[in-house]
């Protein structure tokens, strides 16, 4: 398996999820890491951003909420979801980070995340 993300679900509005991805280490090794999503319906987006030394950034719908982290010796990137909204229900992907993201052919496993009461 070259990327796969886990550990979405249901979760009411205001609640958590804590979403991990493992990639292969030819994927993760050195690159910039980055979780992504895509709404029903809509284009897929970026959400956030780290690179190997932990800089860190996120896209302005998720800033405050999300947080991403990384651990190089196991290949692992997660994204903490806090202060979850029904505007967040997507599912989330995680990949290596390119401006042009929407030309990345491989795309792996993702994870489904309904915010929902």
């Known amino acids: 398996v070259q990327l796969q993300a886990y550990g979405g679900g249901l979760v009411q509005p205001g609640g958590s999820l804590r979403l991990s991805c493992a990639a292969s280490?030819?994927?993760?090794?050195?690159?910039?890491m980055a979780w992504y999503r895509q709404a029903p319906g809509k284009q897929r987006e970026w959400v956030a951003a780290i690179t190997s030394g932990g800089a860190l950034a996120y896209a302005d719908s998720v800033k405050g909420r999300f947080t991403i982290s990384r651990d190089n010796a196991k290949n692992t990137v997660d994204l903490q979801l806090n202060s979850l909204k029904p505007e967040d229900t997507a599912v989330y992907y995680c990949n290596t980070y390119r401006d042009a993201f929407r030309t990345i052919t491989y795309w792996g496993q993702g994870t489904l995340v309904t915010v929902s009461s």
């Open positions: 280490s030819t994927i993760f090794s050195g690159n910039i």
